[in-house]
C-alpha cells in the first residue's frame, strides 16, 4: 500500500492519446508531490504535456497509467460522481481564457460552483459577494463579462474558483491574455490567495511569472525535465 | 507565498474527504426529505382518522335507553345507583329535571328487558321512550346545541 506523505502524490503517471494510427504519449512515467498550501509553476513549452497534466490533477482527464492521491484519496479509483464532488470540494480552476458564461452577471458567474453544493440561497449570495469584494469587483457585481477589461474578467474567474473555498488552485496560464502589468496584478492576487492556505499550481511558459511561486515543476515532452 | 510548506496532515481536510466518499452526508437527500413529508403527511391522516376510528370501535356496541316514570316523578337515586352496577352498563344520567334516566348499555351483554325487571322490583312503572345507537343520539345531540347556539 502506498504511504502518503504528501498534499498531492504523483505516481508513475502516463497518458497516451490515440491520432489516427500513432500513440502519442503526452505525459510518461511522472513521478512527484505536491505540498500543502505550496505554490507550484509547471512550466514547459507549447504542447509539452503541462496542461494535460493540469487537468489529470484536476480529476478531469482519466490518465493511462500511474496513479494520483489527492489529500490520500486515489483520484481515478473514485466512481465518476465521487470525482465530481471532488472536483467540488477541492479544485478551484482558472482558465486562461477565463471561461465565463457570457449572458450571466459577475455574481450570477461566481456563485455558480456553489449550484450543487446545497447551501442556502442566502448563504451562496453572501459568500459570492465577499469573493467579489475581495477581487475589488462589488462596484461591477451586475455587469456582464464582456462590459468588463481583461484584468477585471480574469479576477471574475479566480473568484469563482475560490468561492467554495478550494484548498487546491490549478490556473491555466492564467495571464496568457494579459497585459504585462494586469498579469503581476493578477500574480499578486494569486500569491496572497497562497498565503491564505491555498495550494496552487499554475501552468505557464512566461518565465516572468515563475518568479511568484516557490517551485517550478519543468515539463520537456511529457517527461519532468 | 509563506516559504514554509506544510507537512501533510490528513486531519486537515477530513470533512471534505467523507463528503467524496460518502461517509458524510451533503445535507438532507431528495429520499430523505421525501420520506419525512410523507410521514408528516401519515401522521396527520393518522391524527385526524385514528381518534374517530377508536372511538368508533369503543361504542359501537353501545346503545342509549331513555326512560320515563310515571307523572314524571323524580328517579330515585337508589334505582339509578342499582342500574348503574349492572353488568355491561357504561352510563346512566338523569337529565335535568331528574324525570328522564338515560342508560347507555353495551347491547351484546344487557338488554332493556332487565333494567324492566330492576324497576319492577322497586315498584317502579317505567316506560321506554327511546332505544337508540349511542353514537347516533350523540350526534344528534351535538346538531341540536348547534342549532339552539344559532
Known sequence: ?225 | MKGVTMAYDPEKYRDKREKVLGIQSRGISFGILSSLIALVILFGISFITVPGAVSYIKTKHLDDAIYKLENDAAWPANVVEQVNIMEGVKTVIKDKHDTRLVITFDRRIVQPSMFTVVFKKYDLTATLLNQVNHRQRQTTLKQEKELEAS
Open chain 1, 1 to 225: 500500500m502506498t504511504k502518503i506523505n504528501h498534499l498531492i502524490q504523483v505516481e508513475d503517471l502516463g497518458k497516451d492519446y490515440q491520432s489516427g494510427d500513432t500513440t502519442v504519449n503526452a505525459i510518461q512515467n511522472m513521478d512527484f508531490s505536491i505540498d500543502d498550501e505550496e505554490f507550484v509553476t509547471i512550466m514547459g513549452q507549447s504542447g509539452s504535456g503541462k496542461s494535460t497534466l493540469l487537468s489529470i490533477l484536476g480529476g478531469l482527464n482519466h490518465p493511462s497509467s500511474g496513479k494520483i492521491f489527492v489529500d490520500s484519496l486515489d483520484l481515478y479509483s473514485l466512481s465518476t460522481e465521487q470525482r465530481a464532488d471532488f472536483r467540488s470540494e477541492y479544485i478551484g480552476f482558472i482558465f486562461h481564457s477565463f471561461q465565463l458564461i457570457s449572458y450571466l452577471t459577475v455574481l450570477e458567474n461566481v456563485k455558480l460552483p456553489m449550484a450543487v453544493t446545497g447551501q442556502k440561497k442566502k448563504k451562496k449570495n453572501s459568500m459570492a459577494l465577499d469573493v467579489i469584494d475581495r477581487m475589488g469587483l462589488t462596484s461591477k457585481k451586475d455587469r456582464l463579462p464582456d462590459q468588463l477589461s481583461g484584468g477585471e474578467q480574469e479576477r471574475v474567474a479566480i473568484a469563482r474558483a475560490i468561492v467554495n473555498k478550494p484548498p487546491i488552485i490549478l490556473a491555466d496560464e492564467p495571464t496568457g491574455n494579459l497585459d504585462t502589468h494586469t498579469a503581476k496584478d493578477i500574480m499578486g492576487l494569486l500569491k496572497s490567495l497562497n498565503q491564505d492556505g491555498h495550494t496552487i499550481i499554475m501552468v505557464t511558459h512566461n518565465p516572468e511569472m515563475e518568479a511568484f511561486s516557490g517551485r517550478t515543476i519543468n515539463v520537456k515532452d511529457g517527461n519532468l525535465a
